[in-house]
């Protein structure tokens, strides 16, 4: 099988910033059991100190996605997996506390950070300025393209062709707001739910789903007939993920984006790519990233 090379440059992205349920569970590792229960909550420490409150309750609240794998998603058994759960799961031994996973969308995944709900957000969240105004960032630790998914018939080929079609995305992210930019003429339809708007370009009710390239050939891929869909086009914005985190903290985001760079450094990351990413999944991709550590 041809291996297909997935060309990520964040230092390049840089510039392009601009681009792109609520059940808690109870603290699992990935891949074993999660259960039910209440997720504690506590607001986000005035004007900083949310390091120290993490690490005295040894609980890191981790927000994370349950519908877009491979990144976040639940299993049969209703366990989080994906690579922002593993990265997740890293971050919160790094700082010897325990994580508790607490399902969000794309939605409310920033309300819930500004509210105290959750310590930290790793649900392939885009990193915009528009973002940095309300919540902080930490460094970019993957980067993925917005693109299209269409019905293996459809005329569509690329954004261009979008003009008096609609559009299914998610509210709440980037790439709904992308669509209205790239081309001002398509209809853009939001959903809550990725599933929500799967089932919507299935039963034909929007023309195209738009959204994080590998989330939609990971839709591709699952679906009861993955030759009646296809990619249109090649990915037209740079989506860097970041790890959200309460605003004005820069203590504690100086720390996850230390951790980062050690689980970049020590080969971590790199493992975790080829888990979920590489050669031997279906995805089959080769990575070109390079995350800008800190010196």
Do not use: H
């Amino acid at each position: 099988m041809k291996r297909r090379e997935f060309v990520v440059s964040a230092m390049a992205g840089m510039a392009l910033l601009t681009g792109c349920g609520n059940t808690p569970a109870t603290p699992a590792a990935p891949g074993t059991k999660a259960g039910g229960g209440e997720t504690p909550t506590a607001a986000p420490a005035a004007g900083g100190g949310n390091l120290a409150r993490v690490q005295a309750a040894k609980v890191l609240r981790i927000g994370v996605r349950a519908d877009s794998p491979p990144f976040g998603f639940t299993d049969k058994g209703n366990n989080p997996q994906g690579f922002d759960v593993d990265l997740g799961f890293r971050i919160a031994r790094a700082l010897e506390c325990q994580p508790v996973f607490v399902t969000v969308t794309s939605g409310d995944r920033l309300e819930k950070i500004k509210k105290g709900e959750i310590d930290v957000v790793i649900a392939t969240l885009t990193s915009t300025r528009k973002r940095a105004k309300e919540i902080d960032l930490s460094l970019p630790y993957f980067q993925d393209q917005q693109m299209l998914l269409v019905k293996a018939e459809s005329a569509v080929l690329s954004y261009r062709d979008l003009g008096g079609k609609k559009v299914a995305s998610l509210n709440g992210s980037t790439s709904i707001e992308n669509i209205k930019k790239v081309n001002p003429d398509a209809a853009a339809v939001g959903f809550a739910t990725m599933k929500e708007a799967f089932e919507a370009l299935q039963k034909g009710e929007v023309d195209a789903l738009t959204g994080d390239g590998l989330s939609l050939r990971s839709l591709k891929l699952a679906a009861e007939k993955p030759d009646s869909l296809r990619i249109a086009g090649e990915g037209f914005t740079v989506e860097l993920f970041a790890v959200g985190l309460p605003f004005n903290d820069s203590e504690f985001r100086g720390k996850i984006d230390e951790v980062l760079t050690e689980l970049w450094n020590n080969g971590t990351w790199t493992r975790l790519f080829n888990k979920w990413l590489g050669a031997e999944t279906a995805y089959n991709l080769q990575s070109t990233f390079v995350m800008p550590v800190l010196p």
